[in-house]
């Protein structure tokens, strides 16, 4: 079966602090991995995408790493600020036919304070 | 314009009500999306249109029926709801179909309460 795990579920730290969040899964075959931010009430916003070649990805502070061998992925976020304060959302779409629906994990919910 | 609009932001409605939440993108995309999202739960895929067509119904309840007039526009109509069909309404839309390949821009979303 097709999953995302994410952990932790939820994360407080301290503005200006670093934090890396996890993410496993287990979706075959695998075509590309996601992360978005969620701002509560709002949509996902794409952070990274990256595909199977690709090790590492950054955007400005936020730099996301994949392992497709132990299929695991991070996102590590640098020099927090408080608008980082939102859900963290691994999505992973499978290979093969193109309607394979993404898959969602839970989301990690981050709080950044002062 | 890398932006998918969602109208209305926020919708009451009782549940004998007909309502129609409205989705729209300029990107020139060719599949777009509704996706349905409780709190602290992951978005989850209710349907999806490719050139203008139904491509994928994930077994959605009839109450809930979609229509895409045209390439930019994608609307969800509602009528005969239910309290549990509360919840944040995501549209969003992409290059092409092919979920596994292309970008998913999402929506800001419309907060549905159902009183």
């Known amino acids: 079966k097709n999953q995302v795990e994410q952990s932790p579920q939820s994360l407080i730290i301290l503005e200006g602090k670093n934090c890396t969040l996890q993410c496993n899964y287990t979706v075959s075959p695998f075509s590309n991995l996601r992360w978005y931010k969620q701002d509560t009430g709002r949509g996902p916003v794409s952070l990274t995408i990256m595909t199977f070649s690709e090790n590492t990805k950054s955007n400005g502070r936020y730099t996301a790493t994949l392992d497709a061998d132990t299929k695991q992925s991070s996102l590590h976020i640098t020099a927090s600020q408080l608008s980082d304060s939102a859900s963290y959302i691994c999505?992973?779409?499978?290979?093969?036919?193109?309607?394979?629906?993404?898959?969602f994990g839970k989301g990690t919910r981050l709080s950044v304070i002062a | 314009d890398t932006e998918v609009t969602q109208t209305p932001k926020h919708l009451v409605m009782g549940m004998t009500n007909k309502k129609s939440l409205k989705c729209e993108q300029h990107?020139?995309?060719?599949?777009m999306y509704w996706y349905k999202q409780k709190a602290k739960k992951p978005p989850e895929l209710m349907f999806v249109?490719?050139?203008?067509?139904?491509?994928i119904n994930e077994s959605v309840p009839s109450r809930f029926s979609p229509e895409c007039p045209n390439s930019s526009l994608l609307n969800l109509h509602l009528h005969a709801l239910q309290p549990e069909d509360s919840a944040l309404y995501l549209c969003?839309?992409?290059?092409?179909?092919?979920?596994?390949?292309?970008?998913?821009?999402f929506g800001p979303g419309t907060r549905l309460t159902v009183t």
């Open positions: 999505v992973v779409s499978a290979g093969g036919s193109g309607n394979t629906p993404l898959v």
């Open positions: 249109y490719s050139y203008e067509k139904l491509s």
């Open positions: 969003a839309s992409s290059q092409d179909l092919g979920q596994g390949s292309y970008e998913q821009y």
């Open positions: 990107m020139g995309h060719r599949a």
